[in-house]
């Protein structure tokens, strides 16, 4: 009886799996392949992420270069309300900072409003060799690929002539692909800050 049992269990073996190891296997690899698909799921999103917050870190922070740097080394335009002025409305209905840049040039500084194409916007007014004014904007491909979605500009210590006032620009980046959103602010001093309004050559 013991050797027909193990000729048996030998020949079971030589068979292959009974339905049943086969079911509970199949399962076993399913319940695997299910976990694993989440954990790349997770993974490729948690990429995309990174790589999606580094685009919009190394943008903002050009943006605030040009931005902060152009109001920081502002001059006075030398007549009544010249230096800086924020703007709740602009040109083109959005925020702005108008000032006089390190070459004397009256500048708008603000973003574009066309749908699917905000980007930073400096406007330059008219001069006698430039009568109709010119626009000024980073090529699209610096953006990698990220939207301005807010360019805010908040004013927040006085406005004395001699030490400036510091003024708060906030920005707020979209990336397109991923639709992730980076908001960041930074301060900076203004010399010759004005309440008043800035009077632009030739008007």
Known sequence: MMWKGAGQRTKRKEN?????????????????????????????????RMK???????VSEIIFDKVAGEM??????GWEGGGIQILPEGRNGCPAVVLNDREGRAVEITRTNEEGNPYLLLWYAPTERNREGSEWGFDQKLY????????DFTPLFGQEEESGGIVRITLTLRHEKTGFQYTRSRCVRCPFYSTLPILFKGQ
């Not at 920081?72 to 335009?77: M, N, Q, V």
């Open 52 to 58: 999606a917050r580094a685009s919009m870190l190394s």
């Open 144 to 151: 990698q690929g990220c939207v301005i979605e807010q360019l």
């Open 72 to 77: 920081a080394e502002a001059k006075d335009g």
């Open 16 to 48: 292959g799996y009974t339905l049943v190891e086969a079911v509970v296997s199949f399962a076993f690899m399913g319940i695997f392949l299910a976990a694993a698909g989440i954990l790349l799921i997770h993974t490729v999103s948690l990429h995309a």
